[in-house]
């Protein structure tokens, strides 16, 4: 029997793209999936879509903005009283902006979702999350530059929604890397995964012509392509134990970001944006 059969996963940002791919992917495997997505009748309509076009029973939809802090922290909540664990989170939801946009707490919304989106989710979970081996999955990029631990949320440089995403996904890598350090004697693998260029979804379609010129020469990918490694890390046999790993197409790249003295830094700012948001005794 495959290790995924009968595992419960999460999968944020499932209404379109890779994440949709993904979770039908992980469903039609026999995974008992959870669709974590903001707009609740697009997920209900994925979830049908699963349904009907796969032999999995239709995916439960649970609603959480992953910008904002106290929706995931309801999100969590909800969650606790409704399962008792987790065996998977794939962190995918993610925006990508051509104006710099504020969330309600003030946060820069590029890094609010694609960074403090992840941190905070996998901090609310981990009570789910350590029955060995249970995994989370980061969907980041090698598309990834412009990192300024100064100047994270775009406040003194000019904004630029490319930069800020590639920002965001350099993030990423960093946050993995610190949180499978953590996580690692509980039994939890935590991995990067990178994509690559999917023409298909929500994020490409927002770029101007001359963004999309930019990023084709990294060479697009179909939905499938682009999902298949975070389905592998998510439900394989061959990944159980492989924690603390950056993936394309199913073998370790290297990340030119890994710096500890890095990672915690970045750790330390997610802490502190995440604890002004939270809710006073």
């Known amino acids: ?34 669709l974590a997505c903001r707009d609740r009748a697009r997920a209900d309509a994925v979830a049908h879509d699963i349904a009907t076009s796969t032999t999995a029973p239709a995916p439960r939809v649970l609603t959480v903005d992953t910008s904002d802090a106290r929706s995931i922290r309801a999100f969590a909540d909800q969650y606790a009283k409704r399962y008792d664990a987790l065996d998977v989170l794939v962190n995918n939801a993610g925006v990508l902006l051509p104006e710099r946009t504020a969330n309600a707490a003030g946060v820069e919304l590029t890094f609010a979702t694609n960074v403090l989106g992840y941190y905070l989710l996998a901090m609310e979970l981990c009570h789910a999350l350590p029955v060995p081996p249970s995994r989370i999955v980061n969907v980041a990029s090698t598309f990834a530059f412009a990192l ?19 920002q965001s996904k350099a993030c990423d890598r960093l946050l993995t890397w610190a949180l499978a350090r953590r996580l690692e004697t ?41 999902a298949d490694t975070v389905v592998w890390l998510a439900s394989s046999d061959d990944t159980t134990g492989v924690t603390g790993t950056f993936f394309e197409r199913r073998a370790e ?16 700012e997610c802490e502190r944006l995440t604890s002004a948001s939270a809710p006073t005794a």
């Open 253 to 268: 790249i290297p990340c030119e970001f890994r710096n500890e003295v890095d990672e915690e830094r970045l750790w330390r």
């Open 186 to 226: 509980q039994g939890v693998a935590v991995n990067a995964t990178a994509p690559g260029l999917i023409l298909e979804t929500s994020l490409y379609r927002a770029l101007t012509p001359d963004a999309r010129r930019e990023l084709e020469q990294y060479g697009p990918r179909t939905l499938a392509d682009g």
């Open 148 to 166: 300024d631990f100064d100047d994270l949320q775009f406040q003194r440089r000019p904004y630029d929604g490319m930069a800020a995403y590639a």
């Open 1 to 34: 029997m495959p290790w995924i059969e009968g595992k419960r996963v999460v999968v944020t940002g499932a209404t379109s793209g890779i994440g949709k791919a993904a979770a039908t992917a992980l469903a039609a495997s026999g995974a008992d999936v959870i």
